[in-house]
């Protein structure tokens, strides 16, 4: 069964996934949460792992819309990120350049911002690939290739350039979980995250 | 449907959408390391509001799972779910049923992920369909706004819910209750990873 049960108005990619303006928005409020007082709060993880404070989190998913805005562009934004350094090894300690509330948000709605302009094209694009799609799969072939990890090029050849919507979930499942977390950590201080649900 | 999406009918909707395979996984991987003793642990919220106990958030997602799923396959049960939704306004769920154990719960998620995985391995042209169940609960969907004397232009000009929107919507969902569930495990010390 195809999509004729819409009305055959212009539909746009935001119409055919509106899972992903639902979740930033609940992301933005959940993070507009993070005041001066709890900014700094870093979670205490007994087994003695490294974790995202507060604001580090919010500082994160801000870095991450950026991440993906760049994928889908082509383009490199990581003179926006907050984050200056995210070592590989698992439960290593990340750094990030002095971060507050106020430059936080401005950065995650500058990064809805560049998303939104993907979310406003034809719906017909949703499962096309982006020229920035395209050159990253063609680099990261590349690197595979270099590495000797044939196997995992053929496979990744097989899927293809990620497609718009293929991006856009990636950046909503990754946010999912972050915001998921962070909601945690607020409503065990006693924030009122209900009103961002 | 554009023609990148005929060059390979091998491919499946689960090829396409990876994410939604990672995310289903993570959980199951986050939920395994509750511990027994603690599936009944519910964190304290200083603000006083009700939470879900540790077993009670990987119950939800069990049966969110079988949710998504019958939404797509246009079946209106709710045999065999965990929980129950809130009747009032007091925001607490309850449950339906008990668990004898985490096993059961974690079969529960794998039942919940067999459901989804029969749309994950369709051809993935057929991501932007629809399916009699999204199209039945469409119908029911405007019936409600109408009997609300609310406008139904913008619902009806989006129409029916496609494969691709439950799929998503299923990980995100889940992704949700993962990183509070995560949260929780890493602040009682249990090694559920890092960031």
Redesign the interface.
């Known amino acids: 069964m195809d999509q004729s049960g819409a009305s055959g108005a212009a539909l746009s990619v935001g119409d055919g996934l509106p899972i992903v303006a639902l979740c930033l928005s609940g992301s933005e409020r959940v993070c507009k949460l993070v005041d001066d007082s709890l900014w700094a709060l870093r979670p205490a993880d007994p087994s003695g792992r490294w974790s995202f404070s507060l604001g580090e989190l919010v500082m994160h998913i801000a870095d991450a819309r950026w991440l993906f805005a760049g994928q889908l562009d082509g383009a490199d934004y990581s003179p926006r990120y907050f984050v200056t350094n995210q070592p590989r090894d698992p439960g290593a300690i990340w750094t990030f350049r002095p971060g507050a509330p106020e430059a936080a948000l401005e950065s995650l709605q500058d990064g809805r911002a560049a998303i939104q302009r993907w979310l406003e094209q034809p719906l017909e694009k949703l499962w096309q690939p982006t020229s920035g799609t395209e050159d990253f799969f063609h680099s990261y072939q590349q690197k595979l290739r270099a590495a000797g990890e044939e196997e995992m090029a053929q496979a990744y050849a097989r899927r293809g350039p990620a497609s718009l919507a293929r991006t856009l979930s990636g950046l909503v499942a990754h946010e999912s979980g972050h915001r998921g977390s962070l909601q945690t950590l607020l409503r065990l201080q006693g924030a009122n995250t209900a009103e961002a649900d | 449907?554009?023609s990148?999406?005929q060059a390979?009918p091998a491919?499946t909707i689960g090829?396409?959408?990876?994410?939604?395979g990672?995310?289903l996984s993570?959980l199951e991987k986050i939920a395994a390391l509750i511990p027994e003793d603690k599936l009944d642990w519910r964190?304290?919220?200083?603000?006083g509001?009700w939470?879900f106990s540790l077993g009670e958030i990987a119950m939800h997602c069990a049966d969110s799972r079988s949710m998504f799923a019958r939404t797509l396959s246009g079946d209106a049960s709710e045999e065999g779910y965990w929980m129950k939704y809130p009747e009032d306004d007091s925001?607490v769920w309850t449950r339906s049923r008990e668990a004898a154990n985490l096993q059961e719960i974690l079969d529960s998620l794998v039942a919940g992920r067999e459901a989804l995985e029969a749309w994950l391995a369709r051809p993935y042209n057929e991501?932007?369909?629809?399916?009699?169940g999204t199209?039945a609960g469409?119908e029911k969907h405007l019936a409600s706004l109408r009997e609300a004397g609310k406008d139904t232009a913008d619902a009806?000009?989006?129409?029916?819910t496609?494969i691709?929107?439950v799929l998503?919507?299923a990980?995100?969902?889940e992704?949700?209750?993962?990183?509070?569930l995560?949260?929780?495990l890493?602040?009682?010390?249990?090694?559920a990873?890092?960031?």
């Open positions: 449907m554009d990148s999406m390979s491919m090829d396409q959408m990876p994410w939604v990672m995310t993570y964190p304290a919220d200083p603000s509001k939470s925001g991501l932007l369909n629809t399916t009699p199209i469409f009806e000009r989006r129409g029916p496609t691709n929107r998503v919507a990980a995100c969902h992704a949700g209750h993962r990183g509070a995560q949260t929780l890493r602040q009682m010390g249990v090694n990873g890092s960031e």
